[in-house]
């Protein structure tokens, strides 16, 4: 088994409380729960030198202060800001352009073009002069500024503060223990949540194959002692009205 809580991910919403879990890295989760077998007190601290943060399948950079995901992963709630990722692409006669390869999790890249063309209509980037999709399986969007002089740091700042090419996604690890009892749990006892239940799903399944095993092996018995009376048996069988209860 492995921590598929951690792993998908979870975002829920229920009678005054929410959930809102990203999904991480499953090598690295299963690096820090075989690290927190070994180890039972390991800490928190301990435990993300293993789980680095949030892995987004869509990528994306997470932007936020160590010990602020540090914090998040102590008390079970705070929040990561992801940036796009983006490299420029020489056009020759030092023309260039921005290509954008990866987009914050859950951010439509529909909507994210429209809004970027709706702040062009509206001259709200007046150092970009076009945006394009050119995406096919992978995500490829093209920022055209309006000429070479100006400095494409400036352009994605003014993009990541107008539109979503930054978002934050919330984490709130409020889950329902083995007990039925909702709470916020920090990392370390999520993780010791899921060895605590694949402990028993072992122990579990282990007594219901001993159960299995002790019940052939009492049949066996019969059968030998049937075996070894086998004419005591035969004249039960042949003689006596109730036999079976004989």
């Given at each position: 088994?492995?921590?598929?809580?951690?792993?998908?991910?979870?975002?829920?919403?229920?009678?005054?409380?929410?959930?809102?879990?990203?999904?991480?890295?499953?090598?690295?989760?299963?690096?820090?729960?075989?690290?927190?077998?070994?180890?039972?007190?390991?800490?928190?601290?301990?435990?993300?030198?293993?789980?680095?943060?949030?892995?987004?399948?869509?990528?994306?950079?997470?932007?936020?202060?160590?010990?602020?995901?540090?914090?998040?992963?102590?008390?079970?709630?705070?929040?990561?800001?992801?940036?796009?990722?983006?490299?420029?692409?020489?056009?020759?006669?030092?023309?260039?352009?921005?290509?954008?390869?990866?987009?914050?999790?859950?951010?439509?890249?529909?909507?994210?073009?429209?809004?970027?063309?709706?702040?062009?209509?509206?001259?709200?980037?007046?150092?970009?002069?076009?945006?394009?999709?050119?995406?096919?399986?992978?995500?490829?969007?093209?920022?055209?500024?309006?000429?070479?002089?100006?400095?494409?740091?400036?352009?994605?700042?003014?993009?990541?503060?107008?539109?979503?090419?930054?978002?934050?996604?919330?984490?709130?690890?409020?889950?329902?223990?083995?007990?039925?009892?909702?709470?916020?749990?920090?990392?370390?006892?999520?993780?010791?949540?899921?060895?605590?239940?694949?402990?028993?799903?072992?122990?579990?399944?282990?007594?219901?194959?001993?159960?299995?095993?002790?019940?052939?092996?009492?049949?066996?018995?019969g059968y030998l002692s049937a075996y070894l009376n086998l004419d005591e048996v035969i004249r039960i069988i042949r003689e006596?009205?109730?036999?079976?209860?004989?």
């Open positions: 088994g492995i921590p598929n809580l951690l792993a998908n991910g979870a975002q829920g919403i229920a009678v005054g409380m929410a959930t809102s879990i990203p999904p991480h890295n499953i090598i690295e989760l299963a690096d820090a729960a075989l690290h927190l077998i070994k180890h039972p007190n390991a800490s928190v601290d301990t435990l993300l030198q293993f789980v680095r943060g949030p892995d987004f399948p869509t990528g994306g950079t997470l932007v936020e202060d160590r010990n602020t995901v540090i914090a998040a992963y102590k008390t079970g709630r705070g929040g990561f800001r992801v940036r796009a990722k983006w490299t420029t692409e020489k056009m020759g006669r030092g023309q260039y352009n921005i290509i954008i390869s990866e987009i914050p999790y859950q951010v439509q890249k529909s909507r994210l073009i429209e809004k970027i063309a709706e702040l062009l209509n509206a001259r709200k980037l007046p150092m970009l002069s076009d945006v394009v999709d050119e995406s096919t399986e992978e995500v490829r969007i093209v920022l055209e500024p309006k000429n070479r002089t100006v400095d494409q740091a400036l352009i994605m700042e003014q993009l990541y503060k107008q539109t979503d090419l930054e978002s934050r996604f919330s984490l709130n690890m409020n889950v329902i223990d083995a007990d039925n009892t909702p709470r916020v749990m920090n990392l370390r006892e999520v993780l010791q949540s899921f060895l605590d239940h694949r402990m028993e799903v072992l122990v579990r399944r282990t007594k219901f194959r001993l159960g299995k095993i002790e019940s052939r092996l009492d049949v066996l018995a006596e009205e109730e036999s079976k209860a004989k």
